[in-house]
C-alpha cells in the first residue's frame, strides 16, 4: 500500500545536474519528514538531505550548496535538485519517508534510482 517511487537517475557528466523525483502514495505526505539517502558500492549508506514535515532542510556537508531538496505537498512529491556534480556522488539515490525516530514504524523507503557522474 505504502510507495516511494524514485525517477529522475541517469549518466550525467561532470558539472552537471540531476533532478530527482519521488513520489509517495499510500500515507498521509504532509505529515512526514522526507530524506535522500545513497549508497555507493564498498561504502555505507548516507544520509544526503531531509526536509521535514515543517520545510525544515539539512544537507551533508559533502553536497551543502549544491543540491536542494524540495517537496510539492499537493502533488506527494519530494525532489533533489542536484547540481556542480562530481564523480563521487555517483550512487544509487533512495528517498525515505518518516515520522519520528527512525525505530518508528512509520519508516519507508523507495527502491532507489542510479545517478552516475563520468566523463
Known amino acids: 500500500q505504502v510507495q516511494l517511487v524514485e525517477s529522475g537517475g541517469g549518466l550525467v557528466q561532470p558539472g552537471g545536474s540531476l533532478r530527482l523525483s519521488c513520489l509517495a502514495s499510500?500515507?498521509?505526505?504532509?505529515?512526514?519528514?522526507m530524506s535522500w539517502y545513497r549508497q555507493a558500492p564498498g561504502k555505507e549508506r548516507e544520509l544526503v538531505a531531509i526536509?521535514?514535515?515543517?520545510?525544515?532542510?539539512n544537507y551533508v556537508d559533502s553536497v551543502r550548496g549544491r543540491f536542494t531538496i524540495s517537496r510539492d505537498n499537493a502533488k506527494n512529491t519530494v525532489y533533489l535538485q542536484m547540481s556542480s556534480l562530481k564523480p563521487e556522488d555517483t550512487a544509487v539515490y533512495y528517498c525515505?519517508?518518516?515520522?519520528?525516530?527512525?525505530?518508528?514504524?512509520?519508516?519507508?523507503w523507495g527502491q532507489g534510482t542510479q545517478v552516475t557522474v563520468s566523463s
Open positions: 526536509i521535514t514535515s515543517r520545510r525544515g532542510t
Open positions: 499510500g500515507f498521509t505526505f504532509t505529515i512526514y519528514d
Open positions: 525515505n519517508a518518516r515520522i519520528g525516530v527512525v525505530t518508528s514504524p512509520y519508516n519507508y
